[in-house]
């Protein structure tokens, strides 16, 4: 079946601190590839996509590339913000099945 | 993106009671929308998936009878938590997708239900 295994957190930064969040999945044929954020007492915002194996997606400074090979599609940021605080969710969709991994709490400390 | 609405932000209600939440797709039409729950800093669990026209599909060991979706039209569905009590207290998240496969989710604002 389909589903999402993300790093467990909760994670915590200096601001200008590199960022990775590890993310694999499981899954049969081609599925697009999502990361999340959900800031405190809101819904989840799509934050960047993969629709296919090598793509890149990129919003706000966050890169995540579709690894086919490693089946991995981890979340980086260069230097982060306080701002960037909130939890991250690593997402599948494969045929109209949507998986969510379980979310990495991000604390960035001044 | 699309935008999806959810209303109410929050809601109190006693125990016993019902509480309706409406999600709505503003600006596309949604043949098929999910209902989740999220308790504290936990992820999301799939409630149920709404399709329009029909009768909503449940995830094992969620109660269709106190959990009822309804799915009026392509923009809009509705989560009716019926007889309340202080453990349904919890954040309820809509999403919806535009129909074709392998395509992201856009999700409501969320609802926090708490139930005294």
């Known amino acids: 079946g389909n589903s999402v295994t993300q790093m467990e957190g909760p994670v915590t930064l200096s601001e200008e601190a590199f960022l990775t969040i590890n993310c694999t999945y499981t899954?049969?044929?081609?599925?697009?590839l999502f990361w999340y954020v959900q800031y405190p007492g809101e819904g989840l915002q799509l934050l960047l996509k993969?629709?296919?194996?090598?793509d890149k997606g990129s919003n706000k400074g966050f890169e995540a590339t579709y690894r086919k090979e490693t089946t991995s599609f981890h979340l980086e940021k260069g230097s982060v913000q306080v701002s960037d605080s909130a939890v991250y969710f690593c997402a599948l969709n494969n045929n109209n099945d949507m998986r969510f991994g379980a979310g990495t709490r991000l604390t960035v400390k001044p | 993106g699309a935008v999806v609405s959810q209303h109410p932000s929050w809601v109190i209600c006693k125990s016993g009671t019902s509480v309706k939440i409406e999600c709505r797709s503003l600006?596309?039409?949604?043949?098929?929308m999910f209902w989740y729950r999220q308790f504290p800093k936990q992820s999301l669990m799939l409630m149920a998936t709404s399709n329009e026209g029909s009768k909503a599909t449940y995830e094992q060991g969620v109660e269709k009878d106190k959990f009822l979706i309804n799915h009026a039209s392509l923009t809009l569905s509705t989560l009716t938590v019926t007889s309340a009590h202080p453990e349904d207290s919890s954040f309820y998240i809509c999403?919806?997708?535009?129909?074709?496969?392998?395509?992201?989710?856009?999700f409501g604002q969320g609802t926090r239900l708490t139930v005294v």
């Open positions: 999403s919806a997708r535009q129909g074709q496969m392998n395509t992201e989710a856009f």
């Open positions: 899954a049969t044929g081609y599925p697009s």
């Open positions: 600006d596309f039409q949604a043949t098929t």
């Open positions: 993969a629709t296919k194996a090598d």
